[in-house]
């Protein structure tokens, strides 16, 4: 794997050059976070993920941004490149937002998406569980029809408070006009 070719690509999306799907896999994988990081840049950029070669299919894709996700939530890395668990949890956000709107909440990929929460919050300690909290669950709830692909939470023990927690705090955000009402 070459790392600082990986580097140099993700600070600079001009430098040329296919990307080896092999050198992505183990940056990401790899135990150096930062390198994990720039990787993460590479594979959410629409210019560079179409250099990777030969391509990162969709469920690979799916399977290797939610992995970093977790490393990132569960271990809180502090760098240039890499999230923090917050920035994991808000990234994670946006994209169980994006496939509930594409696809809806029964959709598969929401499914997985839902179970991998519940996974985390479950083994979770309380940093774990704010995090799931505060940066997914407030923000999803915003939009008060999601809310609904989550009602079986209300009827478990353990998942019960973050569902209550998150539907309070988005009960409470103040409600934006829509332009030109006022």
């Not at 240039?80 to 990929?109: D, F, K, N």
């Amino acid at each position: 794997m070459d790392k600082n070719f990986l580097f140099a690509i993700a600070m600079d999306e001009q430098q040329e050059g296919a990307i080896p799907k092999a050198d992505v896999l183990a940056g990401i994988y790899s135990d150096d976070v930062e390198l994990a990081g720039a990787v993460y840049d590479i594979v959410t950029s629409s210019k560079l993920r179409i250099r990777i070669e030969p391509p990162l299919a969709d469920d690979e894709l799916d399977k290797l941004i939610t992995e970093y996700f977790e490393r990132c939530i569960l271990t809180d890395p502090k760098g240039e490149w890499t999230l923090t668990r917050y920035s994991a949890a808000r990234e994670a956000q946006g994209c169980i937002l994006e496939t509930w709107e594409s696809e809806g909440g029964c959709s598969e990929a929401f499914t997985k998406w839902k179970k991998w929460m519940e996974k985390l919050y479950r083994a979770g300690d309380e940093g774990i569980r704010r995090a799931i909290v505060d940066g997914i669950l407030e923000h999803l709830f915003e939009k008060k029809a999601l809310r609904h692909s989550f009602a079986d939470w209300k009827a478990d023990s353990i998942l019960r408070t973050a569902y209550d927690e998150a539907q309070l705090w988005a009960d409470t955000q103040p409600k934006m006009s829509p332009p030109g009402s006022a």
